[in-house]
């Protein structure tokens, strides 16, 4: 029991657990800042796409 005790004692001093949870998080941010940057140039990208089409077919020599 006493050995039970005592790695709870060494997890709980150790930084190496909490490092490791720093970095998720860090990572965690970097996914959400990253898909949400995607997720903003996508839709202006399809919006540009949307009007270069309207123009095209306005002239009558493209279809979209």
């Known amino acids: 029991m006493t050995k039970f005790i005592q790695k709870i ?6 930084d190496a657990g909490a490092a490791l949870v720093e970095y ?3 990572l ?3 996914v959400a800042v990253g ?5 903003a140039i996508g839709t ?3 919006s540009n796409i949307t009007a270069a ?3 095209a ?8």
């Open 9 to 14: 004692k060494n997890f709980t001093v150790a």
């Open 28 to 30: 965690g941010l970097i």
């Open 35 to 39: 898909g949400a940057a995607l997720s």
């Open 57 to 64: 077919k306005g002239s009558g020599s493209a279809s979209c």
């Open 44 to 46: 202006n990208t399809d």
């Open 53 to 55: 089409c309207s123009v």
């Open 24 to 26: 998720g998080i860090i």
